[in-house]
């Protein structure tokens, strides 16, 4: 009788995900569910996992294939054109921020840690796989088999790092915004305050209310299979003109595309959610981070552990300063500046997850919650997309010539 199959595959990967929802939830958040979730499956794949329990609950295949620019296509549905046209100080600040980790690791790295070490892993430290594939890529062919470990070790742990970061800076934010909403000095109209309600991963704003260049599809032909199908035509919408502007990543499209068919009136504001079909999604999404971990294993983790610290803290410490720089020159809430920056360690879906989970515990009001969600949710989306999907290749390119 063969007990492991798919099935348990997908209960043991659901109960690690869950356990984190959990524990967020009993710490109000300050403990992320994505880092809990991370430990587990890290302590997991060390341990009793298979290495491809991921792959074999299905979801990864599914993931890879649809779910994740599914996902992204989604966020571009909750947020809408102004709102992404307004996040021009949070690409600023994610440059600067990137910028003033780079140069703090360029010029206090080599002091304590071997050089190599630093080229490798600072695009993986700045972004995501594409460039810690990329740098894995080139310290191999240089014939530097530790960098080439330390590349993706890097982008296998840097989340550990930012997540609880970014939780203490989007606490501190959310509490200055909560007291500036409970002053009652704010005068926002009721429809701006419905508005401010609609935005996020699962909240369902009511397209009725919305100004569209086309009119809503009726209600009784508007099924969830109808909704899926609008956002599958956004998403290949979206491969064909990446296949013509390959410059810009597919996955950024996905986003700017999707933003502008929901203005158009073709696809429906918060259109996975409206489906019922959110969830899966998301946690097909979430678990192809997850599974990122197996290739951190403990002798690999051992071997770099301090070079890698090292450089994490340093570079923090230079986009703190950075962040800090820019935000008062631009007029920011230094924390809310901080977590934009901090998307460089983790990038899309967790940047959104963090944010939604912070203000779900900061009030359980649901204009409360909406006004948090409308400060702060669209900057953390678009940052994720400015530091992981675009910079971060850029600097893979460019470092990887230096090997």
Same mark, same amino acid.
């Given at each position: 009788?063969?007990?492991?199959?798919?099935?348990?595959?997908?209960?043991?990967? =659901? $109960? !690690?995900?869950? $356990? /984190?929802?959990?524990?967020?939830?009993?710490?109000?958040?300050?403990?992320?569910?994505?880092?809990?979730?991370?430990?587990?499956?890290?302590?997991?794949?060390?341990?009793?996992?298979?290495?491809?329990?991921?792959?074999?609950?299905?979801?990864?295949?599914?993931?890879?294939?649809?779910?994740?620019?599914?996902?992204?296509?989604?966020?571009?549905?909750?947020?809408?054109?102004?709102?992404?046209?307004?996040?021009?100080?949070?690409?600023?600040?994610?440059?600067?921020?990137?910028?003033?980790?780079? =140069?703090?690791?360029? &010029?206090?790295?080599?002091?304590?840690?071997?050089?190599?070490?630093?080229?490798? /892993?600072?695009?993986?430290?700045?972004?995501?796989?594409?460039?810690?594939?990329?740098?894995?890529?080139? =310290?191999?062919? =240089?014939?530097?088999?530790?960098?080439?470990? &330390?590349?993706?070790?890097? #982008?296998?742990?840097?989340?550990?790092? +930012?997540?609880?970061?970014?939780?203490?800076?989007?606490?501190?934010?959310?509490?200055?915004?909560?007291?500036?909403?409970?002053?009652?000095?704010?005068?926002?109209?009721?429809?701006?305050?419905?508005?401010?309600?609609?935005?996020?991963?699962?909240?369902?704003?009511?397209?009725?209310? $919305?100004?569209?260049?086309?009119?809503?599809?009726?209600?009784?032909?508007?099924?969830?299979?109808?909704?899926?199908?609008?956002?599958?035509?956004?998403?290949?919408?979206?491969?064909?003109?990446?296949?013509?502007?390959?410059?810009?990543?597919?996955?950024?499209?996905?986003?700017?595309?999707?933003?502008?068919?929901?203005?158009? /009136?073709?696809?429906?504001?918060?259109?996975?959610?409206?489906?019922?079909?959110?969830?899966? %999604?998301?946690?097909?999404? @979430?678990?192809?981070? %997850? !599974?990122?971990?197996?290739?951190?294993?403990?002798? @690999?983790?051992?071997?770099?552990?301090?070079?890698?610290?090292? @450089?994490?803290?340093?570079?923090?410490?230079?986009?703190?300063?950075?962040?800090?720089?820019?935000?008062?020159?631009?007029?920011?809430?230094?924390?809310? !500046?901080?977590?934009? +920056?901090?998307?460089?360690? #983790?990038? &899309?879906?967790?940047?959104? $997850?963090?944010?939604?989970?912070?203000?779900?515990?900061?009030?359980?009001?649901?204009?409360?919650?909406?006004?948090?969600?409308?400060?702060?949710?669209?900057?953390?989306?678009?940052?994720?997309?400015?530091?992981?999907?675009?910079?971060?290749?850029?600097?893979?390119?460019?470092?990887?010539?230096?090997?």
């Amino acid at each position: 009788m063969v007990m492991y199959n798919a099935f348990l595959a997908l209960i043991v990967v =659901a $109960i !690690a995900y869950v $356990i /984190g929802e959990w524990i967020s939830e009993i710490t109000h958040a300050w403990v992320p569910s994505i880092l809990v979730t991370s430990i587990i499956f890290l302590i997991g794949y060390w341990t009793i996992f298979p290495n491809s329990i991921a792959e074999d609950s299905g979801l990864i295949d599914f993931a890879g294939k649809i779910a994740v620019l599914m996902f992204i296509t989604h966020i571009g549905t909750v947020i809408s054109l102004k709102q992404l046209i307004e996040q021009w100080k949070t690409v600023v600040i994610c440059l600067v921020g990137l910028l003033g980790m780079v =140069a703090l690791c360029w &010029f206090i790295c080599p002091l304590l840690i071997d050089k190599t070490l630093m080229i490798a /892993g600072l695009p993986p430290l700045t972004g995501g796989v594409v460039a810690a594939l990329t740098m894995q890529s080139a =310290a191999k062919e =240089a014939g530097l088999e530790t960098a080439a470990v &330390f590349a993706i070790a890097m #982008y296998s742990v840097q989340g550990l790092a +930012g997540y609880p970061i970014t939780a203490v800076c989007l606490h501190k934010e959310g509490r200055k915004l909560l007291k500036e909403w409970r002053s009652g000095e704010l005068n926002l109209s009721q429809e701006e305050i419905d508005k401010m309600k609609s935005v996020g991963l699962t909240a369902i704003a009511n397209d009725n209310d $919305i100004k569209k260049l086309l009119p809503p599809v009726p209600e009784k032909f508007n099924t969830p299979v109808f909704i899926i199908a609008k956002v599958a035509f956004s998403v290949w919408l979206s491969t064909i003109v990446g296949q013509i502007i390959p410059q810009v990543p597919t996955i950024v499209w996905c986003l700017i595309i999707s933003v502008i068919l929901t203005k158009i /009136g073709i696809l429906d504001t918060s259109s996975l959610s409206r489906a019922n079909t959110y969830t899966i %999604f998301m946690f097909a999404a @979430m678990l192809s981070v %997850f !599974a990122g971990l197996k290739n951190c294993t403990p002798s @690999m983790l051992l071997s770099i552990i301090i070079p890698m610290i090292i @450089m994490i803290v340093i570079g923090v410490i230079g986009m703190g300063i950075a962040a800090f720089v820019i935000s008062k020159i631009l007029k920011m809430s230094f924390p809310l !500046a901080f977590a934009n +920056g901090l998307t460089a360690l #983790y990038g &899309f879906p967790c940047d959104a $997850i963090i944010t939604e989970s912070t203000c779900n515990a900061l009030t359980e009001d649901p204009d409360e919650r909406g006004y948090l969600m409308s400060k702060m949710f669209p900057s953390m989306v678009v940052g994720g997309f400015v530091t992981v999907t675009i910079t971060s290749v850029l600097f893979a390119g460019y470092f990887a010539t230096l090997l």
